[in-house]
């Protein structure tokens, strides 16, 4: 049983749609982190979010902890084939910050 | 290095055979983890070294694992007695500090076929 459920668990879209990826726990996390990881490649650092409620904007991307840190989303705005790939979302619970966590990923496919 | 390195990159094993998977870290890093991924999951926590210190190794599936890091680099993954489920990529990871925001830095991971 995976510790954060992503959904969902595959995403088609076409170019210049919007898409919103989401991350969701019983957990209380004490930060989370949102990858991307393209085919033989391991995943690459996208955002870090600390605090409740908290709104990151990186380009097209917007990423969002919620308020009880228990989820999180990621949004983008005006997808593009660059965009396509894995996402995962991962966290640290405040009693294993050694150790993060993964969800299982949302593979996103932009067409053009 | 400017990367994680990770060696081999594909390794196929025969049933029963013992397998090594090697990683470089960054210079300097302090902290490295190990990952199991399986087709279309995300990665498994394996275990964790902070230099040479084993802090956490309640991931690894069997005592078929062992994970060191003698000199707090350079860090060897070894499976023994490999088994068909053992099939998956096995990431490393390395990140400058053991802090909660900080981020790791993926190796490719080496992809390993247990037949």
């Known amino acids: 049983t995976q510790l954060l459920e992503q959904s969902p668990q595959f995403l088609s879209i076409q170019e210049g749609e919007n898409l919103t990826v989401y991350c969701n726990s019983s957990?209380?996390?004490?930060?989370l982190q949102w990858y991307r990881q393209e085919p033989g490649e391991g995943p690459v650092l996208l955002v870090t979010?600390?605090?409740?409620?908290e709104v990151k904007k990186l380009k097209r991307l917007t990423f969002q902890f919620g308020d009880a840190r228990k989820d999180s989303s990621l949004h983008i705005t005006a997808a593009q084939p660059g965009d396509t790939g894995l996402y995962l979302c991962?966290?640290?619970?405040?009693?294993?910050?050694?150790?993060?966590?993964f969800g299982a990923g949302t593979q996103v496919v932009v067409t053009p | 290095g400017a990367g994680v390195s990770q060696s081999p990159r594909y390794k196929v094993a025969k049933r029963g055979q013992d397998v090594a998977l090697r990683c470089d870290p960054i210079?300097?890093?302090?902290?490295l983890f190990w990952y199991q991924q399986a087709l279309g999951q995300g990665p498994e926590f394996l275990t964790y070294?902070?230099?040479?210190?084993?802090?956490?190794k309640s991931g690894l599936p069997s005592d078929r694992f062992f994970a060191e890091r003698p000199e707090g680099s350079v860090s060897t993954l070894k499976i023994q007695r490999t088994q068909q489920e053992d099939s998956a990529v096995y990431l490393c990871?390395?990140?400058?500090?053991?802090?909660?925001?900080?981020?790791?830095?993926f190796g490719s991971g080496t992809r390993l076929t247990v037949v």
């Open positions: 990871a390395s990140s400058l500090v053991g802090g909660q925001t900080y981020g790791y830095t």
């Open positions: 957990s209380v996390f004490s930060s």
């Open positions: 979010v600390v605090t409740g409620g």
């Open positions: 991962a966290g640290r619970t405040t009693d294993s910050w050694g150790k993060l966590q």
């Open positions: 210079s300097g890093h302090v902290s």
């Open positions: 070294f902070q230099n040479e210190a084993q802090l956490d």
